[in-house]
Structures are given as C-alpha cells and as structure tokens.
C-alpha cells in the first residue's frame, strides 16, 4: 500500500490531482492493466460462503447462478473481491458500490417523488480500492454481451467507451464546486443530457420508465397479499422464497423495528408512527443476496393505504473492514447495516428517506422501501446500439458516486484523458472474464450432482 492511503482533505483539490498524475510514475497504466491470475479452489468458495444462508434455499440459489456466466458472476462478489486482493492497484481508497455490475444500476424515487436512475445496490460497499467498482463493471459488460451473443469485437468496444465514459464523468464533476458535486441529480433524462446523447436515444427507453412510475407499495399489496381466514390483510406465501416464520422471529423482528426507528430522520420516525404492522414475511430476492435473511413488513396507515419495508441481513464484505468508514462516520458504533447504509447515502445522489438498521442477536440487517419505484433493465431485451449506451451512462454515474470521496480528485489526476488507460483497464476485464468462464465451468460440474438430485426428486413425485 502507498503512501496515498494516508492521505486527507487537508489536501487541496489541486494537490490531490497533481498527486494522482505523479502517480503514474510509480505505478503505471500497464500494470493496472496486467491480470494477475490467482490460485484458488473456486467451489470451496463457494462452500464457505453458503455457509451462513438460509438452507432450504442454498439450492434455489445455485439454479439461479447455474443460469449463465453473467449469473454466476453476480452471484460470486466475494470470489471476485479475494481475487482483486492480489491485483495492482493504485491504493487511492474512496467509499465504492463494491458490486458495481450492469444490472446494479435502477431507477428509485427521491423524496420529492423524482425518478431518479443511479447504483442501487450497496451491499458490498465499503472503503476500498476505487478500481475494484471500475473493474467489476467493465468485466460485467463482456459477460452481459456474451448473453445476447454480441460479438466480442463490438464488446471490446463498448467496454473501452464506457470505461472513457468513466473518466468524461470525473472530468465534468470535478470542473464543478464542490456544493453542486454534492447536490447533483441523476434524473435518467439529465443523465442522457449530460452525455449528449439525443432524443431519440433516450426514446429507447420510455417503456422502462413508465414500468418504473407503476412499481408503487399497493402494487405489491396486489401482488403479494390476501385476505386470511380472519378477515385480516397478509402476505401469501411461495415456498420457499416467501413464507411466514416463526412468533419467537416476529417479535424479535419487531423489537428490530423499534431499534431502526433511531436511526432515521425524526420526521420520518414520526410518519412511521402513523402505520400499525399487519405482517412480515421472510422473501428471497435477486442473485447475490438470494439466500440470505431477507424479510418484507407490510404497514397499513391510519387513511387505509400501505407501506411495504424490505428488512436484509448484512453481513461482512472481503478486504477493507466495515471500521474503515469511521472516515466518514461520526457515530463510533459500527456494525454491517450501519456501513451499508452509510455508504449508499454517500454514493447516491438522493436515498431512500427510510434507509435505516438495527442490530439483532449478534445480526446485522438495514431497512429500506421495498419496490417504490424500483426497477432495472432487462440486458437480454436490448439491442447493441441501446447495450452501448447503457453501459455509457452507467460509467458515467459511477464516476458521479466516486467524486463524494475526498480523495477522489486523486483518481481524476490519475486517469487524465489518457486512453491507454481505457485500453488496459479493458484488456485487465477481458482477461479476468475468461477466467470467470473458466471457473463458470467448474461451478456447474461441481454442481450437476444438486441438478441430478433435484431431478430424482422430481421423478419420485411423478
């Protein structure tokens, strides 16, 4: 590690860039760009980190990451994060997404009710390696491309200009004061604006917009709920991604909610008081956190409408410990939920206004809307032309995240306006998705026996 890891704000803006480009003296684009392959045993990773999911669904979750490269890429963070251990790096640390793939990017309301398109998902985010996000993201377009069976030329292509997307980003931020950095909006049409696309590239994606202003809690009441046998409003069930659990569970859940009533905004803790629970439900979503302690709260208010709050366990990332955002923390008490939701608030251009956590018997879970507004691009449903500019803007707002660090303007001195530097992050992305397929191709062998089993089971139904 440099000596750049000890550096602080009391740097000026200046210094820091200047820091950055001297940087390249030391370590230089070649060698960030250089694959350093790794010896490991990639299914007893695996193992090891199904260790502390829920069981019954540990074999949902292994079809789930059976279903492609790019799925077992989704599903495999923290193979990733061990692997990036042992690459160069620059050792600039900033707050990253730690998991910033294509589809780690969504649409969610802002409090005033804006549909605002930015990162998403923030469970492996922490103090890091700002590489870590750019080359997770970069690998992610090679294997989503790889879906829709796009030439690996034209591949090359869209990875180079999305990693020169990366850099147009940190460039523009840092040509701005700091104040409008940190009130910046990331309205999906501004976005567009912002990388001159034109308006018939933007009229692309009007269908997934308005899809997006539908997702809304009664939607979800809609979909999830029945009346019981009481009269009473609740959650059905689908086993095993979505079942009641246990009173002991409840009431522990409950005592929870009390607890992250503390650490949310005092008018929101006072709107919250205006809603009684009617149920909670355990229910697994997505890839990476399939398997994990995941529930959904339904709230009712007194006017009759409804609130749904999706509860997710955090648990510990690989490399940095969650300690590492006391940089940007004034409360000293750190757990897993805290670090989750601290750095969403940082990397976000406007969150969830019932963000929050609570600690649980030696657990760590944070709180947020469930579905309010939130949706995601279908990568399987677009065309290259509509893939490149996806992957464009993405860069684009992951540059956006990374400049609320302070050391940021270090990365901005770094990159320049060079594009050998586009060109070796790139061919450091190719190189490590084939090795993704290589260990894609051990993952499925070593998991054929679950597939045969499941299939015996099948057949003693019949």
Same mark, same amino acid.
């Given at each position: 590690? /440099? =000596?750049?890891?000890?550096?602080?704000?009391?740097?000026?803006?200046?210094?820091?860039?200047?820091?950055? %480009?001297? %940087?390249? =003296? +030391?370590?230089?684009?070649?060698?960030?760009?250089?694959?350093?392959?790794?010896?490991?045993?990639?299914?007893? @990773?695996?193992?090891?980190?199904?260790?502390?999911?829920?069981?019954?669904?540990?074999?949902q979750r292994i079809e789930r990451m059976?279903?492609?490269?790019?799925?077992? *890429?989704?599903?495999?963070?923290? !193979?990733?994060?061990?692997?990036? %251990? =042992?690459?160069?790096?620059?050792? @600039?640390?900033?707050?990253?997404?730690?998991?910033?793939?294509?589809?780690?990017?969504g649409f969610y309301a802002s409090p005033e009710r804006n549909l605002l398109f930015d990162l998403n998902d923030f469970d492996e985010a922490g103090y890091k390696d700002w590489e870590w996000d750019l080359r997770r993201f970069l690998v992610s377009i090679f294997l989503a491309g790889r879906i829709n069976d796009f030439k690996q030329s034209k591949m090359l292509d869209v990875a180079v200009n999305a990693c020169r997307s990366y850099r147009y980003g940190l460039k523009e931020m840092f040509e701005m004061p700091a104040l409008n950095r940190f009130y910046r909006q990331t309205e999906f049409e501004s976005a567009f604006n912002h990388l001159k696309f034109k308006e018939k590239d933007v009229n692309l994606f009007q269908s997934i917009v308005a899809k997006a202003r539908n997702r809304t809690a009664e939607q979800v009441v809609e979909k999830y709920t029945q009346v019981d046998e009481m009269g009473n409003l609740a959650f059905n069930e689908e086993p095993p991604r979505r079942i009641h659990i246990s009173k002991d569970r409840y009431n522990d859940l409950i005592r929870g909610l009390k607890r992250y009533l503390l650490t949310v905004r005092t008018d929101v803790a006072v709107l919250l008081s205006e809603y009684k629970i009617l149920d909670i439900v355990r229910h697994s979503v997505g890839i990476g956190s399939y398997g994990t302690l995941c529930y959904l709260v339904l709230l009712q208010h007194s006017d009759g409408t409804h609130l749904i709050l999706q509860i997710k366990e955090a648990l510990p990332t690989i490399g940095e410990t969650s300690r590492e955002i006391l940089h940007f923390q004034a409360n000293q008490i750190i757990s897993e939920?805290?670090?989750?939701?601290?750095? +969403?608030?940082?990397?976000?251009?406007?969150?969830?206004?019932? %963000?929050?956590?609570?600690? !649980? /018997?030696?657990?760590?879970?944070?709180?947020?809307?469930?579905?309010?507004?939130?949706?995601?691009?279908? !990568?399987?449903?677009? /065309? $290259?032309? +509509? *893939? #490149? !500019?996806? &992957?464009?803007?993405?860069?684009?707002?992951?540059?956006?995240?990374? $400049?609320?660090?302070?050391?940021?303007?270090? @990365?901005?001195?770094?990159?320049?306006?060079?594009? #050998?530097?586009?060109?070796?992050?790139? &061919?450091?992305?190719?190189?490590?998705?084939?090795?993704?397929? @290589?260990?894609?191709?051990?993952?499925?062998?070593?998991? /054929?026996?679950?597939?045969n089993n499941k299939e015996k089971v099948k057949k003693k139904k019949k």
């Open positions: 590690m /440099n =000596e750049l890891s000890k550096l602080t704000t009391n740097s000026s803006q200046t210094e820091l860039i200047k820091m950055g %480009l001297l %940087l390249r =003296e +030391q370590i230089n684009f070649a060698e960030i760009g250089h694959f350093h392959t790794v010896n490991r045993d990639v299914v007893q @990773i695996d193992e090891n980190a199904r260790k502390v999911l829920v069981p019954e669904l540990i074999p059976r279903a492609s490269t790019f799925a077992f *890429f989704r599903g495999s963070a923290k !193979l990733m994060s061990l692997d990036l %251990l =042992e690459q160069k790096n620059t050792g @600039i640390k900033i707050v990253i997404c730690g998991d910033a793939h294509l589809e780690n990017f939920g805290q670090r989750i939701t601290a750095s +969403q608030k940082i990397l976000q251009s406007a969150f969830d206004p019932f %963000l929050g956590y609570f600690n !649980l /018997n030696n657990q760590s879970f944070y709180v947020r809307q469930f579905r309010d507004m939130k949706e995601s691009f279908e !990568l399987d449903k677009l /065309n $290259v032309r +509509q *893939f #490149e !500019l996806y &992957s464009e803007i993405c860069g684009y707002l992951l540059a956006a995240a990374h $400049v609320q660090s302070p050391l940021a303007a270090c @990365i901005y001195g770094y990159v320049g306006d060079s594009s #050998e530097f586009d060109e070796q992050m790139v &061919s450091w992305a190719q190189a490590y998705a084939a090795q993704v397929q @290589i260990d894609y191709t051990q993952f499925m062998q070593a998991t /054929n026996k679950f597939v």
